[in-house]
């Protein structure tokens, strides 16, 4: 049976190669002829002039270059919109600048910490500006303590890492006072500022001697520099209101309310000179007994909130009371109502009160009490009683 060539199938006897394609392999370093090239015959070999030997070598073909394009560099960093959703999500005062120094993104709270809009956050020279703060390189970490109106802020500058480079100022609020520092603050404002001040008064006002002037102006510099010093800035003291300024207050507060619902709104206090320290507390209470009297007084009703000074065994109190011609409490109710666990029920024809439980507390606290009252059984009053303080 006849066979085929392997290589390029021509029939042949035996084998798997033909005559032509069985060659034997040249030496190595000996130069294989190109295909389609012929070879040299016996003669041309003998005499060295192969073709192969003398025909040039065929230059292969560039690779084909594949276009050029720019790498977006933000695929390898983190994106601004990833970057600013960290901020949001973190509550964070914190803007977004760009490799060349431009304002990417501005959080709420950045805005709301300078009290600025976004337009003048618009670039670093603005952010400086505003912030008090240097922004030095981009890629350098930094950190500073700024004073920011009232508020101490840590100023930290964030590199961004990765191709797209820019940075994330972030600006947070500082720890406050610890309790020794806030002691020593108070003892410096207190024992430190008045007498220094008051030497530097009377070595200023001393003449005849330049050693006065020039002590003078020592003190005044030291006073400056503590002035200077952060939390220790020499502030007056602030002084409590009056009570009777307090009760105005409230009153004003309530007014409109009144007006609204056809109230009689009348405010009864004499002139007095007492103060409280604890403020918070007694408006608050004040404003619960307020706010369950116009509750429960009907349109065209009348509520009165004053202020008395008494004596009791030598010792000054205040008398706040709160009366109106609403609904009276029930006897059985007139202590149960300022119990923690008294529930208030709006829709029960009976007047059983709303938030009383804290009015009591504030008195407790304050070596007071507190009770209700309906001598006529048409009129129904609320009193507080606590002693005044010193007069701060």
Known sequence: MAQKCFMCGTAIAGGILCEKCDKPRKKSGEQRPLPGEQRASSSEQASGTSKAATAPAIEPEEFPKAPVLQFPVESASPAITSVANVLIAGGVAGIVVGPDRSVKFVTDEAKKLFGVAQADLASVRQIETI???????LAVPASAALRIGDRNILFTLVPISGGASGAVLVFREAEPMSASHASFVAFVRETVFAPLRALRDAMGAASGHPLFS??????????????????????????????????????????????????????DVPELQERFTAVEGLRESLNVLMDNSLHYVPPGGQVVIGVRWMEHKGKPLLLFFVMDNGPVVPEPLRQAIFEPGFAWNPSSPERTGRSLFKVREFAVANDGSVWAESKSGKACTFFLRVRPDSGR
């Open 214 to 267: 020039d002590g003078a102006a020592t003190i005044d510099q030291i006073l400056s520099s503590l002035e200077m010093a952060p939390e220790v800035k020499d502030e007056p003291a602030k002084r409590h209101p009056k009570v009777t300024e307090i009760i105005q207050g409230i009153a004003d507060h309530f007014r409109s309310f009144a007006e609204l619902k056809g109230i009689n709104l009348q405010v």
């Open 131 to 137: 912030s008090g703060a240097r922004i030095g390189e």
